[in-house]
């Protein structure tokens, strides 16, 4: 019983997951050497502490009381949780969690295995971007080849942009060429054209120029802060 005993101990110090036993009532009571890889947490650092230690503000509360009533009706909980590193830094982890009995049937300890899964989620995010991009990219390529009213096209332009950059102002500027002036023809939130320019834009007396040495049409966005056309990192150029 002792050989096995020190064989499942050296398993748990040498495996690759992060391992967390805490008592019935949540109480940290060990912890391996990969779980410190992972938070950056001692075992003196944590042992008779709670879990939510490591709780970021990313999952709702609801969904850990779910996983506590699971677990201390006997069943097991599986998962992905964003926690918080010793540093501050978030990080994703995939974790089954499950309680260990007595003798008697009683749960007296519950054991987490824990698998960092941060790389993972960080290229799904990337390839969900992509595919996104590229979603806009064929959404765009349909509009421009159908014939649309002005409205229709600079509605879809105001959404697709508002939802990948979410700026606090958005606004299309777009050039007149017969008479050689600019016109505003979307705003969001919707304001007085009057009001946008005097108190969010300062346009300089260069703007035609670069207009016209560009494209057609602009849409400039920005957080909540006054830009001139010479900040050019904050305009995107679209062709119509």
């Not at 502490?49 to 677990?71: A, F, G, H």
């Not at 309680?99 to 960080?122: C, L, M, P, Q």
Request: proline share 4%; aromatic share 8%.
């Amino acid at each position: 019983m002792e050989d096995e005993l020190r064989k499942l101990s050296h398993a748990i110090e040498q495996s690759p997951s992060a391992v967390m036993i805490t008592n019935s009532k949540g109480s940290i009571e060990y912890v391996n050497p990969k779980f410190t890889q992972v938070t950056g947490y001692t075992p003196e650092e944590v042992l008779g502490k709670n879990p939510r230690i490591l709780k970021s503000d990313t999952i709702p509360s609801e969904e850990y009381r779910q996983l506590w009533e699971t677990i201390t009706s006997g069943g097991e909980w599986r998962g992905e949780f964003c926690n918080k590193r010793k540093d501050g830094g978030c990080y994703w982890e995939y974790a089954s969690i499950s309680g260990v009995r007595n003798h008697k049937g009683d749960i007296t300890h519950f054991i987490a295995v824990k698998e960092d899964i941060t790389e993972r989620k960080r290229a799904e995010d990337e390839r969900n971007k992509h595919i996104k991009e590229l979603e806009n990219l064929m959404s765009y390529s349909t509009i421009m080849n159908d014939e649309v009213h002005e409205e229709t096209l600079l509605r879809h332009m105001s959404s697709a942009i508002q939802e990948h950059f979410n700026p606090d102002i958005m606004a299309i500027i777009m050039l007149d060429r017969e008479r050689n002036m600019l016109y505003v023809p979307l705003i969001e939130p919707s304001m007085p054209v009057s009001e946008f320019i005097k108190n969010e834009v300062i346009l300089d007396p260069l703007l035609c120029n670069v207009i016209k040495t560009r494209r057609e049409c602009i849409v400039m966005i920005w957080r909540g802060k006054t830009n001139t056309v010479g900040n050019c990192n904050n305009w995107l150029r679209f062709a119509v």
